[in-house]
């Protein structure tokens, strides 16, 4: 990056107001711009305007201009009070245009000025800055609230299926050909999800390009209830394995396209909060799926009955979708100009047309899309960018690594097998205290959901990493001194029975579900954030497969662990891994809150650029809340950055 100022726009309620100043008068010039009197600032007005009276009192942060042009020697105004400190030394920025707001170019009355005039700057050695950024009405519209949970069902499907086997594989009992499961066949029902998840989300992304990402989730849909069908119908073994790995293909791509397509829809103000609605529906599922579980283990056939409740949200899901468009993004993409401003208009409803033209127009132009003279050479080149351009690989290895980072540090493990361990350390109700795990990972992703887009992705992966490394350097500790023998598939307690450091164990692995809650387990799925809109769809991919590939193996390799080198060795494993996860997010993971989803690649562009990502984010908050600030006073008029 360049230098370390991020200035940004100045939204000028100009009314005399009463912020602390460093008054300047500057000049009219023969072309109409105008230049502060210690040649500091400067701007041009590049369009007539009309001046609208407003009793605006705005006492934003950050850096305000204020051009007062209702006299003939207009003021002209930087005030620097982003932390309200008075020795702060004010920025030096030059105004490249002034606009004023809600005009007509053939109005007659377009050179009239009166006072309070509302002006946008940009500045023009604003180096940080991308091209043309849009700021307007950041409210949630209804419409985006709606998109966003129907999208989120997706995110419901893929708790509730890795969520309910356990319980199942319980109540199966001798149902599937007569005879008991052997534990090698558990396993193998188990993974067949995970695998086909895998095996979906390699291609998901590049489908969703192709086809869009609507029709790739109404494809899971179809995937979701030809799985459940065959497992409820099931009476052998494969047959169930099978229909687990069909469903494994609806899950492997709706936990991709859920946060894909809810991110390109977001304003970016709740673009991460948004996306955690996702994975709140998800840990919600891991948490209904469990407690279905517990209530249907004595029922007959009762396990056919909670794989076929998740025929409800998937019916649902495909029925509303139908009614629903695609993402503007998506439609920008294809060449689809009119759908993508449909969708724009009714995602924000207090904005003019113009906006809206100029947003579609912004997005055209960053949509470069990848040449090739078919699809699959398109596709080969798409491969190639997205290795070979720096800021795509960049940002390749935060999502991948963060991903990995998600599933090695063994939650899932705990997940599947919390049961067995709570037994182990001489918990008779196990289900009640896996019930109460996973409820703390659902609680503390609402957390997450509150502190994602205010305090940051960065600082909660920074609190939840260290988080996660004590707490499972504690369990380390504690198994030591219980002592557990592995014997076969089970275990023994040297010291016999429920214990304090049996307690000590419980009591930090609730500690680990949370943090690991608040940052890992959350943050990893604002994935598509990370990549421009040609590399997305396959960066997506290559993350949400890692994410896929560690369940897998995590979930295949931690018995074994157990025993091979012991419950102490294997928590002492995942702390160290979780410390040097820590390390790498510590160097590498940029704060993207409150930026573009486009300002994310003028980050990672020449490094990972942590300090200027987390001025930027800090300036997009504070800008923010001007243009908040302000429509309190007038919520019709919107401001725009250009
Ligand atoms: O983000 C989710 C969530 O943390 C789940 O609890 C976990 O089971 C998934 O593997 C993960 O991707």
């Not at 020795?87 to 245009?97: G, L, R, V």
């Not at 040449?371 to 999502?399: C, D, F, M, Y």
């Not at 573009?596 to 980050?603: D, G, P, R, S």
């Not at 984010?617 to 600030?629: C, L, P, T």
């Amino acid at each position: 990056m360049h230098g370390s100022g991020i200035p940004g726009i100045g939204d000028i309620p100009n009314n005399n107001n009463n912020h602390s100043t460093n008054n300047n008068i500057p000049q009219f010039r023969d072309d109409n711009s105008l230049v502060s009197s210690d040649n500091q600032f400067e701007a041009h007005i590049t369009k007539p305007y009309t001046v609208k009276n407003g009793d605006n009192n705005s006492s934003s942060n950050g850096n305000l201009v204020e051009i007062n042009t209702s006299s003939n020697t207009p003021s002209f105004t930087e005030i620097d009070n982003s932390n309200n400190n008075s020795n702060k030394k004010h920025e030096t920025i030059q105004y490249d245009e002034v606009k004023m707001n809600s005009h007509d170019d053939d109005d007659d009355n377009t050179n009239e000025r009166t006072d309070n005039d509302r002006i946008i700057i940009k500045p023009v050695n604003d180096e940080d800055d991308t091209s043309v950024i849009i700021t307007f009405n950041q409210k949630m519209s209804p419409f985006i609230i709606i998109l966003t949970f129907v999208a989120s069902l997706s995110g419901f499907l893929f708790g509730y299926d890795t969520g309910y086997i356990s319980s199942a594989l319980v109540s199966i009992n001798k149902d599937l050909d007569n005879k008991i499961l052997t534990y090698g066949d558990k396993e193998i029902i188990t993974a067949a999800t995970s695998l086909g998840a895998l095996i979906s989300s390699i291609f998901a992304g590049t489908a969703a390009d192709i086809f869009g990402r609507k029709p790739c989730i109404m494809f899971s849909n179809i995937m979701f209830v030809i799985g459940t069908i065959i497992q409820i119908s099931a009476h052998t073994f494969w047959q169930m394995a099978a229909g687990r790995l069909i469903m494994g293909f609806g899950v492997g791509i709706g936990s991709l396209i859920s946060p894909l397509f809810i991110s390109e829809i977001a304003p970016k103000m709740v673009r991460g909060r948004l996306t955690v609605i996702n994975s709140l529906w998800l840990t919600g599922g891991q948490l209904i799926a469990y407690g279905c579980g517990a209530g249907l283990n004595h029922v007959h056939n009762g396990w056919r009955i909670l794989v076929g409740l998740s025929l409800i949200p998937t019916c649902l899901q495909f029925v509303f979708f139908m009614f629903l468009p695609d993402t503007p993004r998506y439609y920008v993409m294809k060449g689809k100009y009119e759908e993508a401003k449909q969708v724009l208009r009714r995602s924000y409803v207090d904005t003019t047309e113009e906006i809206i033209e100029q947003k579609v127009h912004e997005l055209r132009e960053l949509n470069k899309s990848i040449p090739g003279k078919n699809k699959a050479v398109q596709v080969w080149n798409t491969i190639k960018e997205l290795h070979t351009v720096p800021s795509n690989l960049r940002a390749l290895i935060i999502a991948c690594g963060l991903q990995a980072i998600q599933q090695f540090t063994g939650w899932n493990s705990l997940m599947y097998f919390s049961g067995t361990i709570f037994e182990t350390v001489g918990f008779t109700n196990s289900s009640a205290v896996s019930i109460i795990v996973s409820g703390t990972n659902f609680i503390f992703t609402l957390i997450a959901f509150f502190a994602i887009d205010k305090i940051g992705r960065r600082v909660i992966l920074l609190i939840g990493l260290p988080g996660m490394t004590v707490a499972l350097a504690i369990c380390a500790i504690a198994f030591h001194f219980i002592g557990i023998k592995f014997n076969g598939n089970d275990a023994v307690v040297s010291n016999g029975g429920f214990s304090a450091w049996g307690i000590v164990i419980i009591v930090f692995i609730i500690v680990f579900a949370a943090f690991y809650a608040l940052g890992i387990g959350t943050v990893p799925w604002q994935q598509s954030e990370l990549f421009p809109q040609n590399v997305r769809g396959i960066g997506t991919s290559y993350a949400t497969a890692t994410n896929w590939a560690g369940s897998l193996v995590i979930a295949s390799t931690f018995l074994t662990m157990l025993q091979n080198i012991t419950p102490t060795g294997t928590f002492a494993f995942f702390a160290g891994l979780s410390c040097l996860s820590a390390i790498f997010c510590y160097f590498c993971y940029p704060e993207l809150s409150g930026l573009e989803l486009e300002e994310v690649q003028t980050i990672l562009t020449d490094g990972f650029n942590i300090k200027a990502s987390k001025a930027l984010a800090k300036k997009r908050k504070q800008q923010a809340r001007m243009v908040q600030e302000h429509l309190k006073y007038e919520p019709t008029q919107e401001i725009i950055e250009e």
